[in-house]
């Protein structure tokens, strides 16, 4: 694994070529970096956040949420929604969707200090990322939410 020199930056402008190489072949439980900065633009509480190598290579894409769909998920309002989660088919199983999880909470209170909690839905049927999110700090809650893709798994930590 090659992780030195990996950090966590919030998306802006500069990032669009690298991005524009992301490759991401299966969306059957996640949206394209593309869609999501577009709805980014759209709305302020929608945060793309990248993984980034000192290479400025992208392993890993993710949101921060904290409009009020995480409140099918919590009823905390000191909390945020992950979405969007993906990694880029070159960088599977090489670690890099494990570390981003790993520095995301000192990211996020780095950058929101008032947000304690992160919360995230798992479509039931997705278990490889059932299993990266409980080997990261996840607990998955035993309530559960009727996704657009059917029955998702509730996940939290706490910050």
């Given amino acids: 694994m090659e992780h030195d020199d990996v950090s966590l930056l919030a998306y802006n402008p500069t990032f669009d070529k690298a991005l524009g190489n992301y490759q991401l072949s299966d969306l059957s439980f996640t949206g394209?970096?593309?869609?999501?900065i577009r709805a980014s633009r759209l709305s302020d509480e929608y945060h793309p956040v990248l993984l980034v190598t000192g290479r400025g290579e992208i392993p890993t894409f993710l949101v921060l949420d904290y409009g009020d769909d995480k409140y099918r998920y919590t009823k905390r309002s000191d909390s945020m929604l992950i979405r969007s989660f993906s990694t880029d088919d070159r960088f599977h199983r090489r670690g890099f969707a494990h570390l981003a999880l790993t520095l995301l909470p000192d990211y996020v209170h780095t950058s929101?200090?008032?947000?304690?909690?992160?919360?995230?839905?798992?479509?039931?049927?997705n278990r490889p990322a059932q299993k990266l999110y409980e080997g990261s700090g996840f607990v998955k809650l035993p309530e559960?939410?009727?996704?657009?893709?059917?029955?998702?798994?509730?996940?939290?930590?706490?910050?």
């Fill in 112 to 125: 929101y200090e008032n947000i304690h909690e992160l919360v995230l839905g798992v479509n039931a049927a």
């Fill in 144 to 159: 559960t939410y009727q996704g657009p893709k059917g029955k998702q798994f509730i996940y939290h930590q706490v910050l």
């Fill in 32 to 36: 394209t970096p593309e869609h999501a």
